[in-house]
């Protein structure tokens, strides 16, 4: 089952750059999106993926381990603050530019 | 926005069991699935629902909340259960519980950590909603 | 933490209320608060003089980093305490004074005054505390205090050209001098001066030793201003002269002077320590007071003085040193004595004559001596204290000087007693250098009295009509010239016991045993002994240079040293150098382009991945785990992977938010299939509120363009893909491989153990974000918070097209 889910994760990763590589700014942010997807399935994947139940102490044991879930519940919440901060540059900048084709979007080195 | 009758309707009757039940995962937290990031989310969908059906103008009537104080007041919650435990002398955000009896309700549990718990809360509905408003209301 | 440690930390503390004084309480000069704290400081040191001239040492210890070795030691001994009474001392009249040098309208005290109270702090720190770590931090606060002092006028050129230079050397220094502690550190595993001091003898054999000798002297080089690293200082004049007089005479420029004293125990053994600490001081001295006749400004004159006479301490300290590597014989115990002397009077002299260019400069408009002449009549006050500073420069009785430079002489000509080195022959160079540098202070000293007091009176040159200062101005200079007489007069009664033995006592701890102190006898007259002649000689050369100066001033530009100091043509041509080839560097990788940034960085993360994997031989697979997987599970992933691997051809921009959506949401599934029920819930509703993001931002975006790359970039953007997608699973794998012979057990079991124990809840999840790692979470919402701020600021701060706020 791990093995099968390091897969799904690496498809995810091997997307994931794919998109962030191309010209387009909101494929960019798409495939940011996925890497901390792909980011926290892995996480969770190499913490293990216990059969044991929830880490809830009101039911029975064994539980599965905590820590992972708590440290994507962490990295879920904080992505999400990233990918809206995202969200609004890549706006603001089609806003001021009028364009979202990255190679027209460069900086000042030409000049 | 146009008049969507039956998002509206539908609109009044959920968006205060999503509220109630936001606060519910809020409390229940400690013990069960739930806690201040999740309560928060629920809470922050339902507000951002209430825009979508019934406007940016009626809402913002109701709801004169300033979202950048709701973060401010939830991080100085969050940080200000810290400092009890430096107050007593033992690390920062040391947290205490204890059983208490309360009339009606029977003997319960009150912990700093659920003081904590909402100031994440606040932080979260407050991050949520002004992020989607201030895009929203830049319409221009 | 004591009250030591209080007095350190006071002027940083006392820095966050200055700019609340100065906006609300703007009657009063933002001065006369900062004045009271060195004054307190002051009496309180002073009241410990008693206790360290006993011998013994006040030690105070505060944990800070103890895992590294690093703590906030205090320690005060004789050394230590000399100095913390200089910056204290001098720290409260140049405050005083500059209250009335610098006016309450116009001026931005508070920037002035919390640079001042920071570079106080941090002065102090340097030289009371025992750790080097810690010193190293204050050293480098020091830098950037005088470095914002310097371009405390910002508006002007020079002044910014000034504080970049000086922070530029003396930065580079401190982090040679960073790399030397480290380099104590390997040899003696300790960070405390006094636990390496006591491995002193252990270490010299190391092969480090020289090179943490090396390091360190570049380090206490560029900060006291050592040739060729002295010409930062006299581009600092353009600090106001109260900061001039405080950190460029007094206090921090004597920092490096205090470093090779108190490194001295540890390295003064070597023969290699005596060679470079004297000639580099002998030659600075004989440089800095050479070029000091050249310059027309006053400040610079002062400047280059000082550079001199720092020359001439840092000599003293090397010389004796040789005290140490001849088993500690008396005879060389009179430079180590003269240098601390030295250190004092200097300290008196230079502020009172940097105040007094202050005033002239304060009151005429100009500090150039061309313009200068005849100020005799209008300011008699003033006049009187330059000539007692000059005249003790210039090494005159009955002023301290004279006293400081005869035992420096006595120093050098002692060392005509060594056996080793050739110095029969050698020293009488030492003399010679020694002898001529003399003849120079004595004529760039009466240049500073007679070119600006004396001859003729030129009105027209001049901005202002000159008048004698206020009252508050003379102050300070005033308390320091008398302190240069009494200190002349008396120098047995004031200083020998109470703070030049002690002072000895730390450079040289070894060389008495125990109980003993040195004999610090300071008097005049000691008959017709070679040092007096040779005073003379300076004297009556220097008056007859002095008259004839018109005659060889050509010799400078014959030199070409008329125009600027030629180190400085290195340090341009240098800058120059840097600043363009780092452009060069720069715009070669940065081509403006994210697509190669992030291609970049991913190659940069596949070649890591791999080099860990081949160096560390870190792959493993372990097949027994594949085990059997329910059905739906098999269907999960295939749909999740292909959704995934639709994303990138989707052209419309709703069904690429729909598409995202539905990975987020298949994400959830794995969560409750994974048993973690908070994860699935809030997984489902992030998706949610950020879909709504999507939809809101999208609305404004264009519709997703089909990629019009060349087929070859293409190919190469899906290799490197496809590159970091394989490392990950290699990753993955590897670890998850590894996981059974870990050598160290999981922390989850802790919390498991103790979720209901310690914090009292039964979702071990939420137990750990709010409770047991609660500072994560605290920290997480500050992020989230810093991010909503800067969607706010993104929309609602918009420049308009000049580049300013529009709203």
């Known amino acids: 089952m791990e093995i099968l889910m390091v897969v799904v994760v690496g498809v995810m990763f091997t997307i994931a750059t794919y998109m962030v590589l191309t010209k387009s700014l909101l494929r960019v942010i798409l495939g940011t999106v996925l890497y901390s997807h792909g980011a926290h399935l892995l996480i969770l994947t190499m913490g293990g993926l216990g059969t044991g139940a929830a880490p809830l102490l009101s039911t029975e044991g064994p539980h599965s381990d905590p820590l992972p879930q708590a440290l994507v519940l962490t990295a879920i919440v904080i992505s999400f603050g990233v990918t809206a901060f995202l969200l609004v540059l890549a706006y603001r900048t089609y806003k001021q530019h009028k364009t979202d084709d990255l190679d027209q979007l460069r900086g000042s080195s030409d000049e | 926005m146009k008049n969507n009758v039956s998002l509206q309707t539908v609109t009044r009757l959920t968006v205060f069991i999503v509220l109630a039940f936001s606060i519910y995962l809020l409390l229940a937290g400690h013990h069960a699935p739930g806690g201040g990031f999740i309560g928060g989310l629920m809470a922050a969908s339902a507000i951002v629902l209430l825009y979508l059906s019934f406007g940016m103008k ?17 991080l100085l919650l969050a940080m200000g259960t810290g400092f009890i435990g430096v107050l007593v002398g033992d690390p920062f955000l040391t947290q205490y519980y204890d059983y208490f009896y309360i009339p009606f309700l029977g003997t319960v549990e009150l912990t700093t950590a659920l003081i904590f718990d909402i100031g994440v809360y606040f932080v979260v509905v407050g991050v949520a909603l002004f992020s989607i408003l201030t895009i929203a209301e830049d319409d221009a | 933490m004591s009250l030591l440690h209080l007095v350190i930390l006071a002027p940083f503390i006392l820095a966050i209320f200055i700019p609340l004084f100065f906006k609300y309480v703007k009657q009063v000069h933002t001065g006369w608060f900062v004045l009271v704290l060195p004054t307190i400081l002051f009496i309180y040191l002073i009241q410990l003089i008693p206790t360290v001239s006993g011998g013994e040492p006040i030690v105070e210890s505060l944990a800070w980093v103890p895992s590294l070795g690093i703590n906030f030691d205090v320690y005060i001994d004789g050394l230590a305490l000399l100095f913390a009474l200089l910056i204290t001392g001098i720290g409260a009249l140049v405050v005083l004074y500059s209250i009335y040098y610098l006016t309450k309208k116009g001026e931005a005290l508070h920037n002035f005054y919390v640079y001042l109270l920071m570079f106080m702090g941090a002065m102090l720190g340097v030289v009371l505390s025992g750790n080097l770590m810690v010193i190293y ?61 006591a491995q002193a003898g252990d270490i010299a054999t190391s ?62 053994g070597a023969s290699e320590w005596f060679w470079i600490v004297s000639v580099f001081g002998m030659f600075t001295l004989l440089w800095g007071s050479f070029n000091a006749v050249r310059q027309t400004d006053l400040k610079s004159i002062l400047a280059y003085s000082t550079i001199s006479q720092l020359g001439m301490i840092m000599s003293l300290l090397g010389l004796g040193s040789a005290a140490a590597f001849y088993n500690y014989e008396e005879v060389y115990f009179t430079a180590t004595i003269a240098a601390v002397f030295h250190l004092i009077n200097h300290s008196t002299f230079k502020g009172s004559l940097f105040m007094v260019a202050g005033i002239v400069d304060h009151e005429t408009g100009t500090r150039d001596i061309r313009y200068l002449g005849g100020l005799m009549t209008f300011m008699p006050i003033t006049f009187t204290l330059s000539i007692i500073g000059a005249f003790s420069m210039a090494g005159i009785y009955p002023f301290n000087g004279f006293l400081s430079k005869e035992m420096f002489l006595t120093g050098v000509l002692n060392t005509l007693m060594m056996t080793d080195f050739n110095m029969q022959s050698i020293g009488f160079l030492f003399v010679a250098v020694a002898w001529i540098a003399s003849v120079f202070t004595f004529i760039y000293s009466m240049i500073i009295v007679f070119k600006t007091f004396t001859g003729k009176y030129q009105p027209e040159k001049l901005d202002k009509k000159p008048h004698e200062a206020p009252i508050g101005m003379l102050i300070s200079p005033i308390i320091l010239a008398s302190l240069v007489i009494l200190f002349g007069l008396f120098p047995n009664q004031f200083l020998s016991y109470t703070l030049i033995e002690p002072a000895v006592q730390s450079i040289l701890p070894t060389a008495l045993p125990a109980g003993e102190q040195f004999y610090v006898n300071i008097y005049p007259w000691h008959g017709w002994t070679p040092e007096l002649w040779l005073t003379i000689g300076v004297i009556v050369v220097g008056t007859i240079m002095y008259l004839t100066l018109t005659k060889w001033q050509n010799i400078y ?41 992030l291609a970049f960085m991913s190659v940069f993360l596949i070649a890591i991945l791999a080099y860990g994997l081949i160096e560390f031989d870190a792959f493993a697979l372990d097949t027994s785990i594949v085990g059997d997987i329910p059905i739906y599970f098999w269907i999960l992933a295939v749909v999740t992977v292909a959704t995934t691997i639709t994303m990138p051809f989707i052209q419309n921009r709703i069904a690429a938010i729909i598409t995202i959506g539905v990975v987020g949401y298949l994400l959830a599934l794995f969560f409750v299939f994974f048993k973690a029920p908070d994860l699935a819930l809030t997984q489902l509703l ?32 899906l290799i490197i893909s496809l590159g970091v997608g394989i490392g990950v699973m290699i990753v993955g794998i590897s670890s998850i491989a590894m996981k059974a012979g870990r050598p160290f057990e999981s922390i989850s079991e802790y919390f498991k153990e103790n979720a209901y124990e310690l914090a009292g809840g039964k979702n071990m999840v939420n137990v750990i974000l709010v409770d047991f790692r609660g500072v994560d979470t605290m920290l997480e919402i500050l992020v989230l918070a810093i991010a909503g701020l800067g969607v706010y600021s993104l929309i609602k701060l918009r420049m308009n097209d000049e580049g300013g706020r529009l709203k």
Not at chain 3, 167 to 172: F, G, N, S, Y
Not at chain 3, 260 to 266: E, L
């Open chain 2, 58 to 74: 009626k809402i913002s009537k109701v709801f004169t909340i300033s979202y950048p104080y709701l973060i401010a007041v939830g």
């Open chain 3, 137 to 197: 931090v204050f050293w480098e606060l020091t830098s950037l205090a005088s470095s914002l002092l310097i371009g405390y006028w910002h508006h002007r050129e020079k002044s910014r050209y000034g504080a970049q230079k000086s922070m530029l050397i003396t930065v580079t220094g401190g982090f040679s001098m960073l790399a030397s502690f480290s380099l104590l550190y390997v040899m003696t595993g300790s960070f405390n001066i006094q636990e390496i001091i």
């Open chain 3, 207 to 268: 092969p480090l030793f020289i090179p943490a000798m090396l390091l360190i002297l570049l380090g206490a080089f560029t900060k006291s201003a050592q040739f060729p690293f002295h010409i930062w200082l006299p581009d600092a004049m353009e600090a106001p002269t109260p900061v001039s007089a405080y950190l460029h005479s007094a206090t921090m420029v004597k920092a490096g002077i205090y470093l090779v004293a108190r490194m001295s125990p540890v390295f003064a």
């Open chain 3, 557 to 597: 530009k014959i030199l070409r040293l008329h125009k600027k100091d030629p180190i400085n043509y290195i340090y341009d041509g240098f800058l120059d150098k840097l600043v363009t080839g780092s452009q060069k560097i720069t715009y070669m990788q940065m081509t403006g382009r994210l697509n190669n940034y």
């Open chain 3, 686 to 717: 992030v998706e949610t509120v950020t879909t709504t993001l999507f939809l809101l931002c999208f609305y404004h975006l264009p519709e997703l363009r089909k990629e019009k790359s060349k087929p070859r970039f293409k190919i190469a953007n």
